[in-house]
């Protein structure tokens, strides 16, 4: 990259000019970037690097008055930004990138990101948030990364919350306590692939809770011990090639699959005749005496 000692160096150009005349109004590089940013104010408890803004740890409680909306990247984390309202993002449509992990968040309200239309990857994880509640997460047509792992409080998911999602590929809600899934719970993720919602609370999976996820490819459900679901919550996902739960019988639902675990063992397979649970009970004790 070209350099001007002193001097201010024009992007995509050898064309160098006096710093006094950087935002003097006058346009003097080729592209006009001297003329850029000339009104933006970097907040006080952030360090800024052109549009990217990082405020981490800076004992916010509430967003910098002074923040362009002309911002690319906001890096929140490690505050105490815990109330989020339905327009406090609304003037950040050039937002690509939204840092919130670790600000004590406990509830989004529905549409809370709709305008961030630009924004392509969410972090919310480590949060306290406990219910997602529908319409959440509508207008974030091109998000590609959405992050809920560690909300420990998070015990509900309203039919409809990944409405707006259609490009989303990974959905990780790990280390939560969801308890139930409902039908439709991830409707609207048509391009899904993979899904992780190990260490919850998970007991009853609703026969069309996975209903719409038309090209998942990998489902993990493992450290959901209480885990209770029937082969018909799993026939319609025709592309699924990888399944992890905590009991054999589930790859029992899906045997045209390859890669499903755990594996079978001398008293799990699909066609042993100690399915019966007293049976069961009957053998472990007959081989335990």
Known sequence: MFRCPGLYSCHGSMTCIQMSNRCNGIRECPQGDDEWLCDFSCPSECKCTGLVILCPNAQLTSLPDNLT??????????????????????????????????????????????????LYLLDLSFNNLVTLKEFTFMGLGNLLSLNLKGNSLLQEIEPGAFLGLAQLPILSIEHAR????????????TELQELYLTHNQLGHVHSEAFASLDSLKNLNLTENLDLSMTSSCLRELHELKWLSTD????????????????????????EDLMSNAVLKAFLWTLGLL
């Open 69 to 118: 909306a002309q911002a690319r990247k906001l890096d929140c984390s490690n505050n105490s930004l815990s109330t989020i309202n339905s327009s406090s993002f609304d003037a950040f449509v050039f937002l690509g990138e939204l840092i919130l992990m670790r600000n004590g968040i406990t509830h989004l309200p529905p549409r809370s990101f709709a305008q961030l239309r630009n």
């Open 178 to 189: 969801v308890d139930e899934l409902k039908a439709d719970t991830f409707h609207g993720l």
């Open 247 to 270: 009991k054999y019988k589930h790859c029992c639902y899906v045997p045209q699959i390859e890669n499903c675990y755990p594996p079978p063992d001398e008293f799990s397979s699909c």
